[in-house]
């Protein structure tokens, strides 16, 4: 059973720092890409940054400059650093990560979410 766990939301001011961390258990033969979404009240799902296998990475504009995304893969773990943070930031964080089982399956997978919320 293949799990994926945030961790490092929290409460922040207006113009703080928080590190996100996902880390990836359970039996699989690798990971491919990975990202981190979020999910503010009564809103979709966007995605925030992206970043491949070998390290490639991709964000949304709104977070350009202050937000990197980061993986170890001897760790099977993913990161999220966000610096400068504001209350358009608050939303729930999901992690998302594409893993090959055994068997040779790519199959989707979600971590339940982490809330970050930012006061002004």
């Known amino acids: 059973q293949v799990q994926l766990v945030e961790s490092g939301g929290g409460l922040v001011q207006a113009g703080g720092s928080l590190r996100l961390s996902c880390a990836a258990s359970g039996t699989f033969f690798s990971i491919g890409a990975m990202g981190w979404y979020r999910q503010g009240y009564g809103k979709q799902r966007d995605l925030v940054a992206i970043?491949?296998?070998?390290?490639?990475?991709n964000y949304a504009d709104s977070v350009k400059g202050r937000f990197t995304i980061s993986r170890d893969n001897a760790k099977n773990t993913l990161y999220l650093q966000m610096n400068s943070l504001k209350p358009e930031d608050t939303a729930i964080y999901y992690c998302?990560?594409?893993?090959?089982?055994?068997?040779?399956?790519?199959?989707?997978?979600w971590g339940k979410g982490t809330l970050v919320t930012v006061s002004s």
């Open positions: 970043i491949t296998s070998g390290g490639s990475t």
């Open positions: 998302n990560a594409h893993i090959r089982s055994l068997g040779g399956g790519l199959l989707n997978y």
